[in-house]
């Protein structure tokens, strides 16, 4: 247990289906983060928020739609994808300030067929 | 484009200290070494960082040279279940600072 939770685990979504990947963190944490990692690649990064507003946005296609209603929830909505957007998406967690480990979820696996 | 190299695989005997080196030779004063590990299809796990000072806790230690150019992490007793993709990365504290990862040492504990 990492205090970052994600929801679903798993997803198999169409190329034309709209869905969307949930994380919550509760450990009182203020900056949140989505990764992507494809099959043999390095963990990507794709969004970041602070204090519920998008500080960066890593050139990610408007397919991936992030949203952060409060610092404890995340969302990445998906619409359109391709076959090549199948991967494991992370979410992370930190502080703003101090010692600001980052800490991560275990993870949506995305399938798009 | 990650700061550190690291070997690509390194093996380990179930019971025996694990060593896994990192060089970082252009980290700047505020950066700090961290280092996380990924099992097969999970998140990224922390383990522990430090600035320049040795540290040690619960799950491992490490030891940063004194010019801060390299830093080793230490399992003291490598068990199977420490199978994992260890990654060394150096990151300046105190914003949101994002990690960028790269490839990896791919630690095998054998029996």
């Known amino acids: 247990e990492t205090g970052v939770t994600q929801t679903p685990r798993h997803l198999v979504m169409g190329m034309t289906n709209k869905k969307s990947l949930k994380c919550e963190q509760h450990?009182?944490?203020?900056?949140m983060y989505w990764y992507k990692q494809s099959a043999k690649k390095p963990l990507e990064l794709m969004f970041v928020?602070?204090?519920?507003?998008?500080?960066e946005n890593n050139s990610v296609p408007s397919r991936f739609s992030p949203e952060c209603p409060n610092s404890s929830h995340l969302f990445l909505h998906l619409h359109t994808l391709q076959p090549e957007d199948s991967a494991l998406y992370l979410c992370?967690?930190?502080?703003?300030?101090?010692?600001?480990?980052?800490?991560f979820g275990e993870g949506s696996w995305l399938t798009v067929v | 484009d990650a700061k550190t190299t690291q070997p690509t695989s390194m093996d380990c005997a179930e019971g025996r200290a694990a060593n896994l080196p990192c060089n970082h030779s252009t980290i700047s004063g505020n950066e700090y070494v961290y280092w996380y590990r990924q099992i097969h299809s999970q998140g990224p796990q922390y383990i522990i960082h430090?600035?320049?000072n040795n540290e040690t806790n619960e799950m491992a230690s490490l030891i940063i040279t004194e010019d801060r150019k390299s830093s080793t992490l230490i399992l003291p007793h490598a068990t199977l279940r420490d199978t994992a993709v260890y990654y060394c990365i150096v990151r300046v504290v105190g914003g949101s600072e994002k990690l960028v990862f790269g490839k990896g040492t791919k630690l095998t504990v054998n029996p």
């Open positions: 450990l009182g944490h203020n900056a």
């Open positions: 992370a967690s930190s502080q703003y300030r101090g010692q600001n480990t980052i800490y």
């Open positions: 928020y602070n204090f519920k507003e998008q500080t």
């Open positions: 430090g600035l320049k």
